[in-house]
């Protein structure tokens, strides 16, 4: 009885001090945003001055991985800090069991407002928000649709803003009493690239630089990435991804009329002189990849440049309302993109610009302004972080570790030195990416592409453009020995019984 009374008493008090002043979370997560997009990154092709503040202000992680480099499984990782093996979503083809254990849900019982704003991808309603509007499936550009729990509503605009739009209206009319959690999700920059008015002409006639393996003939590797079909050259749709948009066309008329008048006429002046210049003599060969290329990029860099933007806006927006100094602010995407790379753009494999996503953390008075980590962290150890930052208990079955030390700059003896990774949406589906899984470490990484029976193993330190797998490569039989009991270990540690997703 007594102890029993002690222990109420206490936990009393700990809840008293935690909610004196646990801080906001804002989550800022883009869809497809490769860290080769990001300046803070390094990227030679863009500047991104407002995602930089938050490595300038604070920590930029340089080798962020993902358990599974596709939309709706990243997700479902970020929401439940497991693997799709555990949480049930392992393509897109899943629905999101609402009804599991989530980071916003122990969140929200432990008194912060929650809510989700933008790009979910999980089909089923999202779970544990005290306010959501989510696009349904991939959402679209311009005037997009929302799933609310009172309905469908349309909103005029580009996404990228009113997303933004949104999100701020929510922090303004929250709860004031309480700390919140904002999971602001973007649609862009995914495909098909589609630029806000005032980006859309940003990049007309720039020369974008070309990656060194933009002409990648997938030599000396499996078969896996020569079968791929996401080849800037030969995969790119001419309507919906070039905007070679002949006079009349359908699909051209749907997606004008959801523009205003204005940027209707945006849209028609930017591609005009460079779509004409296509029709009259049209790029056959290398110079149709270059040409399909230069096209893809300066879309895609356009869609970032609102993503930059929205991003400044909610920074001004804290700063201007008092929230900056107790306010976290994170800025991921769902994995990373190739842009050229391999010659390719889309994502899936495990080979680095998509294995990698960016991450980048502002923790006012905590994180060390312009620091660097480069030790394996992943999407796996979002929920595990936030939850912890939070000083809220992280439940034993989540299967990432808090980076919150990291954060801190706190020693730390042991950190993972391997990861693993699963991708299970294989042939048929989009873009014919074989399923495999493997591990990674600092150094090395071996791939089973396990329908295929075939594997790969890159040493990053002599090979950092992964062209050249070295399995069969008898100096290198030590090294495959130890990744494969590495593999075996983590396999067996995360309790992966089946390459198959299990149907629950
Ligand atoms: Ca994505």
Known sequence: MKT???????????????????????????????????????SKRNTTPNIDRLAN?????DRCVVTNSICGPSRACVLTGK?????GFYDNTSRFDGSQQTFPKLLQQAGYQTAMIGKWHLVSDPTGFDHWMVLPGQGRYYSPVFNTPEGRRVIPGYVTDVVTDEALSWVDSRDKTKPFLLMLQHKAPHREWMASAKHVAKYEGTQFEEPETLFDDYRHRSDAAADATMRVGDDMRPMEDMKLWPKGAPYTEQQLKLMDSATRKAWTAAYAKENAAYMANPPKGDDKTRWNYQRYMRDYMACIASVDDNVGRVLDYLEEHGLADNTIVVYSSDQ?????????????FMYE??????????WPGVTEAGSVEKRMVSNLDFAETF???????????????SIAPLLRGEPVDKWRDAFYYHYYEGPPAVHTVARHYGVATDRYKLIHYYDLDQWELFDLEHDPHELMSLYNDPNYAEIRDELEKKLAN??????????EPEVK
């Open 4 to 42: 029993k009374y002690l222990l109420a008493a206490l936990v009393a008090i700990s809840s008293t001090v935690s909610a004196a002043s646990p801080p906001n979370i804002v989550f800022i997560f883009s869809d497809d945003h490769a860290y080769q997009a990001i300046s803070a990154y390094g």
């Open 57 to 61: 202000e604070g920590m930029r992680f």
């Open 83 to 87: 693997y799709s093996h555990k949480n």
């Open 336 to 348: 990373g993109f190739y842009l050229g790379e391999h010659g390719w753009y889309d994502k899936r």
């Open 353 to 362: 610009q998509s294995f990698r996503t960016p991450l980048l953390v502002r």
């Open 387 to 401: 939850l912890d930052i939070a000083g809220v208990q992280v439940p034993s079955d989540m299967q990432g570790a």
């Open 490 to 499: 983590l396999r067996a540690e995360l309790e992966v019984t089946s390459n």
